[in-house]
């Protein structure tokens, strides 16, 4: 059999057997945004990892080393904000071609360093070697939270509003331009290539929506929102409606698809790289909830659509219902 035939998360189901050989203190292995261990006086240890490789996640003379550094640790760190948690400590693993410019790996860290800075994180430790021909970049982030307030993808509830905290599909537009080899003209496209470049991970807003006890599921949007939300729908049994005239796209998605004749629904439902969080909450909070976001925040969350009992997963468009595939981008498969 080969991977193209399963994909990526086939595969993971594939392993995912006897991985926990000591039970003890383990509340999560693998099935979430982080792993999760109790450790003392009530709090737990959250652990994430991400790979990213030339020409598979970034295309080294497309991107500027600084923005390169800056999303590596971003797309690290949102996984740890998908818990609710607190990332304190990274740890970065490179495996770099011989011929690579010292200052570009210098500038690598300095496009870390800028969002470790922003966010309080120590970078910790890693590991250095060659690689024969692509950049390979790895990284580990440890973070911590309540133990009481982590928020699964195995917990979403029948009834449930489902959220998205930002704009959804304006990474895919800016890889649509990259892929495409234009350089962005206007306001419009330099903002679709600045969502793709540095992606905004919601770390305060996933320990904010932990703390109010008002959430059930929760995920960051890596693969595509249709992708993503099929996570916590597969993990938690139930199934969903999500509505095609709430999703948050942005004036300048609308404008960029519209004149290039790109199709709005492939890149805001069922392409990745926003890191936006998607959460459940049940209906009754929905007032206070977003009221009080808005307070602390000075921005909204977006209701897109609601979790239900039978397990089918639907797009409601002007045309009618429609089912939706939960198809999002597999390093194995087409999309
Ligand atoms: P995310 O997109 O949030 O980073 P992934 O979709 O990459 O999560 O992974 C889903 C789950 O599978 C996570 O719990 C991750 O730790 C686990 N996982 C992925 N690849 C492997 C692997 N090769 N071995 C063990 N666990 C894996
Ligand atoms: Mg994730």
């Not at 039970?23 to 982080?34: V, Y």
């Not at 990332?87 to 500038?107: F, H, N």
């Not at 600045?194 to 959430?215: D, M, N, Q």
């Not at 139930?238 to 519209?258: C, D, M, R, W």
Request: hydrophobic share 40%; aromatic share 8%.
């Amino acid at each position: 059999m080969q991977f193209k035939e399963i994909g990526e998360f086939g595969f993971i189901d594939k392993i995912n057997i006897q991985t926990i050989l000591s039970q003890k203190d383990i509340i999560k292995g693998i099935g979430d945004d982080c792993s999760v261990r109790r450790l003392s006086d009530g709090q737990v240890l959250l652990t994430t990892t991400d790979m990213l490789i030339d020409r598979v996640h970034f295309i080294s003379q497309m991107i500027d080393p600084k923005d390169l550094g800056y999303k590596s640790l971003a797309v690290n760190l949102s996984d740890i904000a998908a818990m609710g948690g607190t990332p304190l400590d990274a740890y970065i693993s490179l495996a770099i071609p011989a011929q690579t410019q010292v200052e570009y790996m210098q500038s690598f860290y300095e496009g870390m360093r800028e969002l470790a800075m922003e966010q309080n994180i120590n970078l910790m430790g890693g590991d250095t070697t060659s690689s024969i021909q692509d950049l390979v970049i790895n990284i580990v982030v440890l973070g911590s939270m309540p133990e009481s307030e982590v928020l699964f993808r195995n917990t979403a509830k029948p009834g449930d509003v489902i959220y998205v905290t930002g704009e959804i599909g304006n990474s895919a537009g800016g890889l649509d331009l990259l892929l495409n080899g234009k350089t962005p003209i206007n306001d419009n496209e330099r903002h679709l290539m600045g969502s793709h470049f540095r992606p905004y991970p919601y770390i305060r807003e996933g320990r904010w929506l932990a703390e109010t006890k008002r959430v059930n599921a929760m995920i960051d949007v890596s693969d595509g929102v249709a992708s993503d939300l099929g996570h916590i729908l597969k993990a938690s049994q139930v199934g969903a409606l999500i509505h095609f005239n709430k999703l948050p796209i942005s004036e300048e998605l609308k404008y960029y698809t519209q004149k290039h004749k790109r199709d709005i629904l492939k890149l805001s439902l069922h392409t990745g790289e926003d890191y936006v969080l998607l959460f459940t909450s049940p209906l009754v909070n929905q007032k206070e909830l977003m009221m009080a976001y808005h307070k602390q925040f000075g921005k909204s969350i977006y209701p897109i659509g609601e979790i239900q009992k039978e397990q089918e997963f639907f797009l409601q468009t002007n045309e009618g219902r429609e089912s939706i595939h939960p198809r999002g981008w597999d390093h194995f498969k087409e999309i």
